[in-house]
């Protein structure tokens, strides 16, 4: 939360100087120009603290810090530069495959949805980064409209957290993760709904994009927990 809090401003100020802005569009709720970096915030909050906390969670997840590295890479591009769309869905697919392949993190059942239960393997695997790439652009279309990206991230992660605690121990580092994605998305709904436009900033792709792809990430590591849960007790 500090973190976000004090970065921010600088980010602002920068944004500012060098003309990083928002223009106002379809998909956007501001009439006038707005920085759209503090997405960069949420990621140095994200890349300070994970990795202090919850660090066991780069040694299960090998490839999760690259993948969130790949992402703010792209992200910050696109914030500034604008990059063709078929270049950022690269990038998800990238990233998509490295945590469903690399990680093995994915969707091994539908829980009788269907009348599917468990599925094979390369199914598995095409679900889950296709469940990865419409999740992160699904919450890329809502950063335009004021604290809805943000809220959604506090409320979302609120959830998850309470559920990974509940179901033990080993998952407190995906607990603590849930609690620093909070933290950031609090200290930056500060700025974004603010009523000065002094102070006022959006997350861009950078911060949708990585917070789309973590919303992911603890979606899918927790029914992958749920259903081991489940088969432990009968």
């Given at each position: 939360?500090?973190?976000?809090?004090?970065?921010?401003?600088?980010?602002?100020?920068?944004?500012?100087?060098?003309?990083?802005?928002?223009?106002?569009?379809?998909?956007?709720?501001?009439?006038?120009?707005?920085p759209n970096l503090g997405g960069v915030a949420i990621f140095f909050a994200l890349g300070v603290c994970a990795p202090i906390f919850a660090y066991e969670l780069?040694?299960?997840?090998?490839?999760?810090?690259?993948?969130?590295?790949?992402?703010?890479?792209?992200?910050?591009?696109?914030?500034?530069?604008?990059?063709?769309?078929?270049?950022?869905?690269?990038?998800?697919?990238?990233?998509?495959?490295?945590?469903?392949?690399?990680?093995?993190?994915?969707?091994?059942?539908?829980?009788?949805?269907?009348?599917?239960?468990?599925?094979?393997?390369?199914?598995?695997?095409?679900?889950?980064?296709?469940?990865?790439?419409?999740?992160?652009?699904?919450?890329?279309?809502?950063?335009?409209?004021?604290?809805?990206?943000?809220?959604?991230?506090?409320?979302?992660?609120?959830?998850?957290?309470?559920?990974?605690?509940?179901?033990?121990?080993?998952?407190?580092?995906?607990?603590?993760?849930?609690?620093?994605?909070?933290?950031?998305?609090?200290?930056?709904?500060?700025?974004?709904?603010?009523?000065?436009?002094?102070?006022?900033?959006?997350?861009?792709?950078?911060?949708?994009?990585?917070?789309?792809?973590?919303?992911?990430?603890?979606?899918?590591?927790?029914?992958?927990?749920?259903?081991?849960?489940?088969?432990?007790?009968?």
């Amino acid at each position: 939360f500090l973190i976000t809090v004090v970065a921010i401003p600088t980010i602002i100020k920068i944004s500012r100087r060098k003309n990083l802005m928002d223009e106002p569009g379809a998909r956007n709720s501001h009439i006038r120009k707005i920085p759209n970096l503090g997405g960069v915030a949420i990621f140095f909050a994200l890349g300070v603290c994970a990795p202090i906390f919850a660090y066991e969670l780069f040694d299960r997840y090998k490839f999760l810090f690259a993948s969130l590295m790949i992402l703010f890479f792209i992200g910050i591009m696109d914030d500034i530069m604008v990059l063709r769309a078929y270049k950022k869905l690269l990038a998800q697919i990238l990233v998509s495959m490295l945590m469903v392949i690399g990680s093995d993190v994915r969707i091994r059942s539908l829980f009788g949805l269907f009348g599917i239960y468990e599925i094979n393997y390369y199914i598995s695997v095409f679900f889950s980064i296709l469940t990865f790439i419409i999740l992160i652009n699904a919450f890329n279309l809502i950063d335009g409209i004021d604290g809805l990206a943000g809220s959604y991230t506090v409320l979302a992660s609120g959830l998850f957290g309470i559920s990974f605690f509940r179901l033990g121990e080993h998952n407190y580092p995906l607990v603590i993760l849930c609690a620093i994605m909070i933290a950031a998305s609090v200290g930056f709904l500060i700025f974004n709904l603010s009523n000065k436009r002094s102070n006022k900033i959006f997350m861009g792709d950078t911060g949708s994009m990585i917070l789309g792809f973590l919303l992911s990430f603890t979606g899918i590591s927790f029914i992958e927990i749920f259903i081991a849960k489940q088969d432990e007790v009968f």
